[in-house]
């Protein structure tokens, strides 16, 4: 076999629901060892489960992402424990959106810390052990939003442009044994629009997300930047649903 057909030890952030979760069945699903994090242990316990009965192997961590005394603790312990961490799938996310004139401040505050701080604690927690290891790959999770800003996006596009600038800039500065990518989904199937307190940007977001596509369309996007040999890089992958303006 070759390097990139070896079972890896994959930790994703955000794994409760959503792009998370089938992305972490997916990973399993394809022999690896998903560590599947959270705040929702309940939800990863049932996930963790259901992926074990199937076969595969994963394990349940509760992770607060704004926490980053936390991440580091978790992921010391990840390589402690199975000896390897080779893929931090950075994907836990918010998205509370509203016109910037409606002032919700403290959301504003709120995508910040999840979307932008609570990535590069990841990046902070797992860089020096890629850096020792000598191989990892960093995958993040952008957004079509990351590329355009529809209205009452400005401060979630702003968290997901951050991103964006974020991964490219630990491609451009990293060892070139550790591979990064950035997946930016379109709109999909998750329950990130049901935590939206703006009744105008609830409203909208309706009708926007009718075309949404499933959520292993985005976990099978993840795989295949994984699958590829240590020498491909996969800079970024768009997957949005075909009827997406
Ligand atoms: P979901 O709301 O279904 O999932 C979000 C996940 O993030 C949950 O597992 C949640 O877990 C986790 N999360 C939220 N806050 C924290 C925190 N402080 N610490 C740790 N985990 C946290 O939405 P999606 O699956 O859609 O979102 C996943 C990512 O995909 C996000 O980054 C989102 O911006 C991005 N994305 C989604 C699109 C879509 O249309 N669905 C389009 C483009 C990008 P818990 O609450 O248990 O902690």
């Known amino acids: 076999t070759t390097d990139n057909e070896q079972p890896r030890v994959i930790l994703v952030t955000g794994a ?3 792009i998370g979760e089938a992305t972490a069945r997916h990973l399993a699903a394809e022999g690896h060892h998903v560590v599947l994090t959270a705040r ?10 259901d992926i074990e009965q199937a076969g595969h192997s994963a394990e349940a961590r509760a992770l607060d992402v704004t926490d980053r005394t936390a991440f580091q603790a978790l992921v010391e312990d990840v390589v402690t424990t199975r000896g390897r961490l ?8 918010v998205m509370l959106l509203s016109r910037l004139d409606v002032l919700l401040v403290e ?3 709120r995508m910040f810390e999840v979307n932008v701080r609570g ?3 990841g990046i902070a927690a797992v860089l020096p052990h890629f850096q020792r ?3 990892g790959h960093v995958i993040t999770m952008a957004s079509t939003g990351a590329h355009e800003v529809p209205p009452t996006s400005a401060i979630y596009s702003a968290t997901k442009y951050a991103a964006w600038a974020l991964t490219e800039g630990l491609r451009i500065e990293s060892d070139p044994a550790i591979r990064v990518t950035t997946i930016s989904p379109g709109v999909t199937q998750s329950e990130l629009a049901d935590h939206i307190t703006d009744a105008h940007a609830a409203g909208f977001m309706v009708d926007y997300r009718r ?10 996007a993840v795989g295949f930047a994984i699958a590829q040999p240590a020498d491909i890089d996969v800079s970024e992958i768009i997957v949005r649903p075909t009827a997406q303006r």
Request: net charge negative.
């Open 133 to 135: 290891q000598r191989s």
């Open 86 to 93: 080779d893929v931090l799938v950075g994907n836990a996310g």
């Open 40 to 49: 929702r242990t309940d939800r990863l316990d049932a996930i963790v489960a």
């Open 16 to 18: 409760s629901s959503g």
């Open 211 to 220: 075309s949404a596509i499933p959520a292993d369309a985005i976990a099978r």
């Open 107 to 109: 959301e504003w505050d």
């Open 119 to 121: 990535l590069y604690n």
